[in-house]
């Protein structure tokens, strides 16, 4: 006959029958079992209309019994892959979404939310935590950044001094610069007014 999967159960089947009335394996075996009281019926009736209108004898009728159990037995298999995309179709249908809650489970979620509270409460400090440290981090960040750009300016402003200080001092290495530059100071030393306070020769310390 059709073969059928004996129905097992479980949460899924629960939960099916709390939304529909029914779950997904009852329903398969009961199209199952219609599908094979269908074809047995159909099959008998018209072993019945042979033997009432015709003049069969016992073998006959014999005969024509194990004829019938064989169309049967045939039509059963034959509905077999048919009655295997009904049972698809009957679990894509029946099937409920793993976010959908049920009326019945409501209790059950209120008697839960405070522990998840507990948890949510949890995992919101322990969030802000991480914030704060990550803000914290970026402040000493921005600080060391713009420490080191200062230490950088003086750095650079200590470079351009010593540059300074190196062309003086090779200036001061030529001698004959140095000549210059003390005739000239001299010579405005000696034009001032209150150059007369200072010794002409400054250089010769």
């Known amino acids: 006959?059709?073969?059928?999967?004996?129905?097992?159960?479980?949460?899924?089947?629960?939960y099916e029958t709390q939304h529909f009335g029914f779950g997904a394996q009852r329903?398969?075996?009961?199209v199952?079992?219609?599908?094979?009281?269908?074809?047995?019926?159909?099959?008998?009736?018209m072993e019945s209309y042979l033997q009432e209108s015709l003049d069969l004898n016992e073998t006959d009728k014999t005969t024509?019994?194990?004829?019938?159990?064989k169309l049967i037995q045939l039509y059963c298999d034959r509905a077999g892959p048919s009655l295997d995309i009904i049972d698809e179709e009957i679990e894509r249908v029946l099937r409920i979404p793993p976010n959908v809650l049920l009326?019945?489970?409501?209790?059950?979620?209120?008697?839960?939310?405070?522990?998840?509270?507990?948890?949510?409460?949890?995992e919101v400090?322990?969030?802000?935590?991480?914030?704060?440290?990550?803000?914290?981090?970026?402040?000493?960040?921005?600080?060391?950044?713009?420490?080191?750009?200062?230490?950088?300016?003086?750095?650079?402003?200590?470079?351009?001094?010593?540059?300074?200080?190196?062309?003086?001092?090779?200036?001061?290495?030529?001698?004959?610069?140095?000549?210059?530059?003390?005739?000239?100071t001299q010579f405005l030393c000696a034009r001032a007014s209150f150059a007369k306070k200072y010794p002409s020769n400054i250089f010769d310390e």
């Open 1 to 14: 006959m059709i073969k059928t999967k004996p129905w097992i159960g479980g949460s899924d089947e629960e």
């Open 27 to 30: 329903l398969k075996i009961a």
């Open 32 to 45: 199952r079992q219609m599908v094979e009281q269908k074809i047995t019926s159909g099959v008998k009736d």
């Open 64 to 69: 024509l019994t194990k004829s019938c159990d």
């Open 103 to 122: 009326p019945e489970d409501e209790p059950q979620l209120e008697q839960t939310s405070d522990e998840d509270f507990v948890k949510l409460k949890e």
């Open 125 to 184: 400090a322990d969030l802000r935590k991480r914030v704060e440290r990550g803000v914290l981090m970026e402040v000493l960040l921005n600080a060391e950044e713009e420490e080191l750009a200062t230490v950088e300016n003086v750095c650079e402003t200590a470079k351009k001094d010593m540059e300074v200080l190196d062309l003086l001092y090779k200036s001061t290495c030529n001698n004959e610069s140095l000549k210059t530059i003390q005739h000239e």
